[in-house]
């Protein structure tokens, strides 16, 4: 009932011909006196100074960050805690009325 109908390979119509043949080409190596030499990085008492600045601003957003975060997170939660206790007094007052 429920089968999967299998795909047909066609046939080919023409004879294939046969792979063209790949001669290897000659290969360069370079010796390791001969590579190019990277460039090394200097460090100077300007960029030194330049990146413990940039770090300690990195640091000071990143904190200022999470401490907002902190913040938001605790007023939310003094806030919903204020709306309950209103809530529960008022459910309270009612049952009381009845």
């Given at each position: 009932m429920l089968r999967p109908k299998l795909p047909?390979?066609?046939t080919?119509?023409?004879p294939t011909a046969p792979p063209a043949v790949?001669?290897?080409t000659a290969v360069e190596r370079h010796?390791?006196?001969t590579a190019p030499a990277?460039?090394?990085v200097q460090l100077t008492p300007g960029t030194a100074l330049?990146?413990?600045g940039g770090g300690t601003a990195v640091v000071l957003v990143v904190g200022a960050v999470l401490v907002s975060m902190l913040l938001?997170?605790?007023?939310t939660a003094t806030s919903v805690a204020v709306c309950a206790l209103v809530i529960r007094s008022l459910v309270k007052a009612d049952v009381k009325r009845r």
């Amino acid at each position: 009932m429920l089968r999967p109908k299998l795909p047909t390979m066609p046939t080919p119509t023409r004879p294939t011909a046969p792979p063209a043949v790949v001669e290897p080409t000659a290969v360069e190596r370079h010796s390791p006196a001969t590579a190019p030499a990277r460039p090394t990085v200097q460090l100077t008492p300007g960029t030194a100074l330049a990146l413990v600045g940039g770090g300690t601003a990195v640091v000071l957003v990143v904190g200022a960050v999470l401490v907002s975060m902190l913040l938001a997170v605790a007023v939310t939660a003094t806030s919903v805690a204020v709306c309950a206790l209103v809530i529960r007094s008022l459910v309270k007052a009612d049952v009381k009325r009845r």
